[in-house]
């Protein structure tokens, strides 16, 4: 009964969570005028143009990123077998940033820096797929995490000689603040850029969980049961890759949302991936809706998103290797 009640109140619970980020800002909106403003029975033009051209791209664009880092990590460690990976596993995140922060520095409009930021994560993880691949000894998986860390590595030092090149006037202070994660500025173009991306990434996930679900049990298990278990796993991280890059592109580098938010939903679903994805995705948009309307409520200048969520993230898996260090001496 628990397990068929919890993916209803999450839902209720990121309801719950657009209505009160849609409601909240500079220009508050009661929550009422919203559901009368959407169903188009309130002719306040204010309230309608704040509402479709600044609140919800950005309440969509968080809920989206949400959603896109924490299936992402659910996947990573589902396929390696380790609850430790994150999104940025296999350079992801690092290839994306490298991409955006060349596109500030080469002054591009921002629709080009977030396609820079996608096109070079998706090429990192490819170039770490390849390396891979090519290499012989040790196992698969072993091999491609650490050919992740060593272009992650580079892409970092890519992104370190940008900042050391760029003008620390305009350009610097841009690329600090992107590289903390942001959703500022965000518009419904940026959400529709993003989109097709995310969608198409989640959906083999949410329709292969079943499937996915006998990666943790081993290769031999998953092939004696009638699963590719090669092929399949490359499929879960190409997928992963795409939504992760294209949610880096959008928003910048956000950590530990990825880690956290998979933990936190094993905790109500257990470790059954089937059961942990549609979870997981409900929990990561309503966190980050919220931690979003928080960054943007909680001082006078906008708080960028990586520091609310290294902030709420490290206390939390702290607590969680608590918890499983006293399980695990029990």
């Known amino acids: 009964m628990a397990d068929r009640a919890l993916i209803p109140l999450l839902l209720v619970g990121l309801i719950l969570a657009l209505l009160l980020a849609a409601a909240t800002g500079a220009f508050p909106i009661p929550p009422g005028r919203i559901v009368a403003v959407l169903a188009g029975r309130d002719g306040d033009a204010q309230a309608a143009a ?16 949400g959603a896109a880092l924490s299936g992402a990590g659910a996947a990573y460690q589902t396929v390696f077998r380790n609850p430790l990976v994150s999104p940025d596993i296999l350079g992801v995140s690092a290839g994306a940033g490298f991409g955006a922060v060349l596109g500030i520095l080469l002054g591009l409009p921002v629709l080009a820096i977030q396609l820079m930021g996608f096109g070079t994560g998706l090429a990192t993880v490819g170039l770490v797929l390849l390396l891979s691949l090519s290499l012989r000894g040790g196992g698969q998986v072993l091999v491609m995490v650490l050919c992740g860390i060593a272009i992650g590595a580079l892409a970092g030092a890519g992104i370190s000689l940008v900042k050391l090149l760029a003008d620390p006037e305009s350009q610097l202070p841009a ?34 969980r079943w499937r996915i679900c006998l990666l943790a049990l081993g290769d031999d298990e998953a092939r004696s049961l009638g699963v590719e278990a090669g092929r399949l796993r490359l499929l879960v991280i190409a997928c992963a890759t795409l939504v992760t890059a294209a949610a880096v592109s959008m928003a910048g580098v956000i950590g530990w949302v990825g880690l956290m938010v998979p933990h936190m939903a094993r905790l109500a679903t257990g470790p059954r991936f089937d059961r942990l994805l549609p979870a ?17 409520s909680i001082a006078t ?7 609310l969520t290294a902030v709420l993230g490290a206390p939390v898996f702290l607590w969680l290797l608590a918890r499983g260090a006293r399980t695990w001496s029990e």
Do not use: H, Q, Y
């Open 50 to 65: 704040v509402l479709w051209n600044i609140r919800l791209p950005r309440v969509l664009a968080a809920a989206l990123v």
């Open 280 to 296: 997981t995705l409900l929990a990561g948009a309503a966190f980050m809706v919220l931690v979003d309307t928080a960054a943007r």
């Open 175 to 208: 690329i600090t603040f992107w590289l903390m994660g942001s959703l500022a500025g965000i518009k419904r173009p940026d959400v529709a850029a993003a989109l097709p991306a995310i969608v198409t990434g989640l959906v083999p996930l949410i329709l292969l």
């Open 301 to 307: 200048m906008e708080v960028p998103l990586g520091i």
